[in-house]
């Protein structure tokens, strides 16, 4: 019964909130090329040079994850 539960939990889930709508934002650093998070310290800090992006977006620009937060 349990699992049902679930399982109907997650198909809802699916159904509400599918993938697009969770299309992640980072702050893309146009210098560096390096891509935060947006809670990420060096996001923050970054002010001039940072452009909130798509992360695929970022990752097509040719941006790499940030080594403190992973992107
Ligand atoms: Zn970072």
Redesign the pocket.
């Known amino acids: 019964m349990k699992k049902i539960f679930i399982l109907a939990l997650a198909l809802s889930i699916n159904l509400f909130f599918p993938a697009g709508c969770f299309a992640e934002t980072v702050m893309f650093n146009t210098k560096t090329y390096?891509?935060?998070?947006p809670g990420?310290?060096?996001?923050r800090k970054c002010t001039v040079n940072c452009i909130k992006l798509e992360k695929k977006q970022a990752i097509q620009r040719g941006g790499r994850?940030?080594?403190?937060?992973?992107?």
């Open positions: 390096k891509f935060h998070k990420c310290e060096w996001a994850p940030c080594k403190v937060c992973g992107g």
